[in-house]
């Protein structure tokens, strides 16, 4: 199956700061999405971008298709923001994904 | 619309007993995906199915593990004779029918530890 490799691991923010997470993956995909995990196991979609950029409030996503690569912004960051966030990608006729081992993402006050 | 539903949330099973996972998914929604999450790991995928049809069980342990999504009622999955090295976060997701690239949505888990 497709790797999925997430960068970096661990990460501690002052709350304000931004930050860029990055996912390259080791095929071609015809599907790609970013999740939230909170610190209660919730997963939250965050958004759905196989190729492009797009945005959302603080958030915003980039993928480089041909360069089998994504990234996530997080700006202006909030102690609400802690918690891992997946990459997880696709290839297939349905949405079996592979997913990455996250990013740990802690936001201190 | 509420959104997928799981129960139980935590389930605690001795060793050779069995569990069972269920997984409602968004209304609407005909595809079911399961995940399993072990700690400190990512999601790995199991299962893909469809009512009364499982589509991809490419990752789904060859013994003791089943799934189904019957015509009427939640999708279930099934692990007999648990052993300790079952105890993960078992999560569900679904996505509506027609093309690749839907986004799916997931549920709150169900966390099985095996005692």
């Known amino acids: 199956g497709i790797q999925v490799e997430q960068s970096p691991p661990d990460l501690i923010l002052q709350e304000g700061a931004n930050s860029t997470l990055r996912c390259n993956f080791s095929d071609s995909v015809n599907n790609l999405q970013w999740f939230h995990q909170n610190p209660w196991g919730q997963l939250i979609n965050l958004f759905y971008i196989p190729s492009g950029t797009k945005q959302n409030g603080r958030l915003s996503a980039t993928t480089v298709a041909t360069e089998r690569y994504s990234l996530l912004y997080i700006s202006s960051s909030q102690t609400t923001d802690s918690g891992v966030y997946f990459c997880a990608v696709g290839q297939g006729t349905g949405n079996q994904f592979y997913f990455g081992t996250g990013t740990s993402l802690t936001v201190i006050p | 619309n509420a959104g997928v539903m799981q129960n139980p949330r935590h389930l605690v099973r001795r060793r050779g007993q069995e569990a069972r996972l269920r997984c409602s998914p968004m209304k609407g929604h005909s595809h079911v995906y399961w995940y399993r999450q072990l700690p400190e790991e990512g999601l790995k995928f199991m299962v893909y199915l469809q009512k009364e049809n499982i589509i991809d069980e490419s990752g789904m342990p060859k013994e003791r593990f089943s799934a189904e999504f019957p015509k009427e009622g939640p999708s279930i999955l099934r692990i007999q004779q648990v052993v300790r090295g079952d105890s993960a976060a078992y999560f569900c997701?679904?996505?509506?029918?027609?093309?690749?690239?839907?986004?799916?949505?997931f549920g709150e888990g169900s966390w099985l530890t095996v005692v």
């Open positions: 997701a679904s996505s509506p029918p027609g093309t690749v690239g839907n986004t799916i949505y």
